[in-house]
């Protein structure tokens, strides 16, 4: 009679405590690069895991069709958990550990408390950093939840949240050329530049023919100097004079 009630108890003694905390991205303050082609930004969870002062908190990391098939018994640092091996080999990765240190609560007015997850680039094949947080390697859509552990046990996790899609660079062939808006754009700055180079131009040949002119009249205005007459004056005192008389 003792081995079913062992049996009975064995899952509520491994039993999770799923949280009402929901991941989203980071809305206040408003950023910049809130998602990219590769990363996006979430809230960090705040004073959601207090009653796990001991617990490991980790982030999990899956593609929106996959996230229901996470076993969330796999540890961190595993095969079964790796970024390398996402999305091909590994439904959902493990990154991003912290303690609830780095989680205080309550928040303090002005703290931007952010996670970026998909920021890391320099052990995105490195198999020896399995809980890599590394590029993303597609627009997705991804969901992610927190995962606390205490020890290898998992004691908490929060709710997977609503899909997240990263942004998709656009193909050089898919760019219309025959925008309206475009072509309107650049007949217009065409239109100023030509106005402006054509102001640009008269202005310069303006100025050389007033130099031209200046230069000419200058020469015209040359006189031939007069001549200076000098006029010879004779001394008396010069001439003999007849001799004095005595």
């Known amino acids: 009679t003792m081995f079913p ?15 009402q905390y ?20 979430l809230d960090q969870p705040r004073c959601v895991f207090e009653k796990y002062g001991n617990a490991d908190i980790w982030l999990v990391v899956a593609l929106d069709k996959a996230a229901s098939t996470f076993n969330n018994t796999d540890a961190p640092g595993t095969p079964e958990t790796a970024f390398q091996g996402f999305p091909d080999r590994v439904p959902a990765y493990m990154t991003l550990n912290a ?3 780095n989680y205080p609560c309550p928040k303090r007015d002005g703290d931007i408390t952010v996670l970026r997850v998909g920021s890391e680039t320099s052990c995105a094949q490195d198999e020896e950093r399995p809980t890599c947080n590394g590029p993303l390697p597609g627009p997705g859509p991804y969901r992610v939840k927190f995962l606390a552990l205490q020890g290898s046990e998992p004691v908490a996790e929060t709710a997977w949240s609503l899909p997240i899609t990263l942004r998709t660079a ?12 475009h072509s309107a754009g650049m007949i ?8 402006l180079f054509a102001i640009l131009l008269a202005g310069l040949v303006a100025m050389l023919v007033f130099w031209g002119s ?9 006189s031939k100097p007069e001549s200076v007459s000098v006029r010879r004056y004779n001394t008396h005192h010069v001439y003999d004079q007849p001799a004095a008389r005595l």
């Open 170 to 181: 656009k193909s050089p062939s898919s760019i219309s050329t025959t925008d309206s808006r």
């Open 22 to 41: 929901k991941p989203a991205l980071i809305q206040t303050p408003p950023l910049e690069g809130l998602t990219t082609a590769s990363t996006f930004v």
């Open 5 to 19: 009630l062992l049996l009975l108890l064995l899952p509520a003694a491994h039993a999770i405590v799923e949280l």
């Open 99 to 101: 303690t609830l240190a």
């Open 188 to 195: 217009a700055i065409t239109t100023i530049l030509s106005i």
């Open 214 to 222: 200046d230069s000419c009249g200058g020469s015209s205005t040359f």
